[in-house]
């Protein structure tokens, strides 16, 4: 063989290499935003994209499709409207659920989604205490023996039950005077430059701005935004607001952090430090960048 035919060989095998490192790069991205999904309370596009993937041909190695369509099943549970036009659903999650059970990639969703069953635990014993429920008695008592006999068998660990004061605050972490005095604090650096790897008034990157001020307010809290988001215990969107993490994602990692200044059912705004306009305040719902790549929110608790 020739010294060209060599060459236009390697080309063509290269070719072929990055074409399938670009495939596997969709998927993995498209996996991720099922989670991202997820964690903000999507459910219905959870559910309608995780049974695209689970019938492309692409996706049959992968377990976390058949993951997040029976997860957002169980969410969707509590909409009682949803549930009675698709009652046949809830035999459908427990059957899937159960085969994931027993699938040897169920250990590692078992570890890398701790945080998810457990709250899900949570959600089922509240559903099956609704009265108020919009279904027949022989289908919540299926739900009930599947939950008694399979999925409590598993014993996964429960996330701390939040309690609210009269007013819809969850009462822990910070106090209301405490969140003010953090927010007023952190607005303090408005307009200070952008600096990768910064944490002073010399200049900030994102992380180094969030552990600045938390720091200040005598709260420990890692570096780096993605240990910043596996410290910080993660809380509903609804229950978000001054003082509390936001955190982003370009893809699997988290790669941006900012601290809300919103006061609760207000829309979310953050104050954090932007490579473009160093430290500023930005209303994330009207921001198609940082709506498009929003990962959830987490409270630091002391």
Known sequence: MGSNSKTSLKIILVFFLLI??????????????????????????????????????????YILPSYYSAMSIFQLLHNPYWMKRNISKIDESCRIMSTIFKS???????EGHAHELGAMAVLFEKWLNDKSVIVSA???????????????????????????????????GMSTSQRSDLVHYSYEFMGIPYK??????????CSGFTSHVFKHAKLP?????????KYAKTIAARRAFMGDLVFFSE??????????????????????????????VVDIEESDYWRSRLVGYGRVIE
């Not at 809290?221 to 240990?227: E, G, I, T, Y």
């Not at 006061?263 to 500023?280: F, V």
């Open 20 to 61: 399938g490192i670009q495939g596997i790069h969709a998927q993995n991205k498209k996996l991720d935003r099922l989670e991202q999904f997820y964690t903000q309370g999507h459910y219905k596009t959870v559910y309608r994209k995780a049974n695209k993937l689970m019938r492309d041909p692409m996706y049959d190695a």
């Open 104 to 110: 040897e990639k169920w250990p590692g969703i078992r």
């Open 138 to 172: 022989s289908d919540k008592q299926q739900l009930r023996d599947w939950i008694q006999n399979v999925y409590k068998k598993y014993k996964f660990k429960n996330p701390i039950i939040e309690e609210v004061d009269e007013d819809g605050l969850v009462a822990e």
């Open 196 to 205: 990768w790897g910064g944490t002073d008034a010399e200049g900030f990157d």
């Open 221 to 229: 809290l890692p570096r780096v935004a993605s240990d910043q988001y």
């Open 251 to 280: 893809g699997k990692e988290i790669t941006h952090v900012g601290i809300l200044v919103n006061q609760p059912n207000e829309r979310k705004r953050m104050i954090h430090s932007s490579s473009s306009k160093g430290i500023s």
